[in-house]
C-alpha cells in the first residue's frame, strides 16, 4: 500500500509564495514519477508539474513556468512544489501523485496513487 500525504496549502495573497509537500510512504521510491496536479472547483484536474526520481527530470505546465519549482528529498520520500508569484488562477485544490513508470506525464490516469489533497486560496 502506498500513502501520499500533502501538506502546506493555505491563504495567500496575490504575489505571495506557498510550499507544498508530499510525503510518500509504503513503498520504495527509487522508480516512481511523482507528480502534482491541480483542481479548481467545476474544473477537470491539471497537471502542473512532474519530477522523475531517476535523473531527475522535471516538465512543468506552461501556466506555471518559471513560478513554481518541483525538487526531492530522497532520503526524506518527499516531493515539494515551491509556488511563487501566486495568482488567484492558482487557486484549486493540489494534489500529489506517484506512478510506478519512469517518464513524466500529464494525464491523471496514468499515476496509480494520489494523496488527499491541500487546499490553495490566492485572494486578489
Known amino acids: 500500500q502506498v500513502q501520499l500525504v500533502e501538506s502546506g496549502g493555505g491563504l495567500v495573497q496575490a504575489g505571495g509564495s506557498l510550499r507544498l509537500s508530499c510525503a510518500a510512504s509504503g513503498r520504495t521510491f527509487s522508480r516512481y514519477t511523482m507528480g502534482w496536479f491541480r483542481q479548481a472547483p467545476g474544473k477537470e484536474r491539471d497537471f502542473v508539474a512532474g519530477?522523475?526520481?531517476?535523473?531527475?527530470?522535471?516538465n512543468y505546465a506552461d501556466s506555471v513556468k518559471g513560478r513554481f519549482t518541483i525538487s526531492r528529498d530522497s532520503a526524506k520520500n518527499t516531493v515539494y512544489l515551491q509556488m511563487k508569484n501566486l495568482k488567484p488562477e492558482d487557486t484549486a485544490v493540489y494534489y500529489c501523485?506517484?506512478?510506478?513508470?519512469?517518464?513524466?506525464?500529464?494525464?491523471?490516469?496514468?499515476?496509480?496513487?494520489w494523496g488527499q489533497g491541500t487546499q490553495v486560496t490566492v485572494s486578489s
Open positions: 519530477i522523475s526520481w531517476i535523473g531527475g527530470t522535471i
Open positions: 501523485a506517484a506512478r510506478s513508470a519512469v517518464p513524466i506525464s500529464t494525464t491523471t490516469f496514468s499515476y496509480q496513487y
